[in-house]
């Protein structure tokens, strides 16, 4: 599945839905699944503070395809950590440094990216560019 | 307007007069418990702002034209319907500010002119971060030491410890009147009777106490008393700092330029009198007339039904949470008012409130800027609903419902 393919089929899920209550028990299921960072690497250096939540990310190149691993203190901010990482997953550094994450905007999720929310999930997708773009670096 | 033409006390008509609360959010009737962040405004604030620029616009107290006279008289109005509310003996005592954060630093800058080396400030341990940060920066820059007297768990200011605390090197002691997180009422008249009596100062920090309660700072006889227009139904931007006259005088001013001037030169400038000592350039004209008109209306509300009403309400929200397994209050201080924060084990505030603010409810979650009060409960942050007079009994039924099924999600 393309990384486009995995946005549609994520936003076909949540037509599905008709309120937003609906919605969010999705995300907190899939907020308990995510896959989650061991906790020997839960450091400062992986710490993305947000003013009210914490999010702590690890990426891995393996066979060339970038693997996440994360954890949040709230379940909701895991939850939306959980879709990132399902569309990013697997991917190459070059698409994910590429990726237009839009499904975050169909499926109604958009302000828990803006830059005036307080849970550091903006901060994680600017990581995962970074570090995309630093694997693409080396290896080209 | 005398006691005895106050209207009579009636939330349904008093929400009728708050045109912001009959909205719906996300197809739900708004309920906004978040009044300790900001208040809603009555009609008559919003016309006020509504007439100020469409009609009586003009720069204040330099001008002869009509509408700069007009503009300067409605502010200078405001101010002593500011003064009349909260009973300070002059007019000049009241020095319009950007809010409470403002004042604070204004005092921290100006009065700390007048401190020295070895000097002490004496705060809580419950204090708002803009009661906090101003004075470690004014301790910095003056080698002065910042006393932090501590609390109990149930959230009370700890007197016998504050006395210890509280000596002759103590110049200001800076503290909250309510706490924005835990809704504590810190019996200030008490303390500004211990402050004195060692030769300190004493700041209020009325930003949660002006909007809940009648104020007099006579009686209450502190030395500054800083509060929000924005919190009190007034606009943002604008806020007060009452001084006392005397005090006020002998502090040098807190910002140069136009209007805290009575004679500039290049070798030397004078100074203008109180309150455009304080004053420096074009103010916040709009805000000051408008915060004048919601202190109107304040006047016309019976506060004592007011206060009641409202302790009564987050008395009421507070049984009703306590009965949820797993729940914590946070604050519960033999005396509060109108807060009430609450944790619930294994659930993240944030997760709360999202789900809150999808079923229409307004509360707010985290810190509530007071990090070292969460540090001092070992907790990241809270939830908060905070009320406001013009909040009900349903609203509180229809959160208590919505906490429950947040909380069952959550699970």
Known sequence: MTLEEKQQEIISEFELFDDWMEKYEYIIDLGKEIPLIDKDKKTDDRLIRGCQSNVWLDAEVIDGKLLFTADADAIITKGIIGLLIRVLNNETPESVAKADLHFIKTIGLQEHLSPTRANGLLSMVQKIKMTALLNLDSTT | MTEGTKKPFIVREIRQEFPALRQLIYNKNLIYFDNGATSQKPQVVLDAINMYYSKDNANIHRGVHFMSQQATTEYEKARVTIQNYIHAKKSEEIIFTKGTTDGINLVAFSFGELLSEGDEILITAMEHHSNIVPWQMLCQRKNLTLRVAPINKKGELIIEEFDKLLNSKTKLVAVTHISNTLGTINPVKELAVKAHAV???????????????????????????????????????????????????KMPPYQGGGDMISRVTFEHTTYNELPFKFEAGTPHIAGGICLGKAFEFLSELDMDAVQKYEKELAEYAQDMLDTFEGLAIIGEAKKKTSVVSFVVEGIHPFDIGTLLDKQGIAVRTGHHCTQPLMDFFQIPGTVRASFAFYNTREEVDIFIAAVEKSINMLK
């Open chain 2, 199 to 249: 030769g300190a100062k004493i700041l209020v920090d009325g930003a949660q106490s002006i909007q809940h309660m009648p104020i007099d700072v006579v009686d209450l006889n502190c030395d500054f008393f800083v509060f929000s227009g924005h919190k009190v139904f007034g606009p943002t931007g604008i806020g007060v700092l009452y001084g006392k006259e005397a005090l006020l005088d």
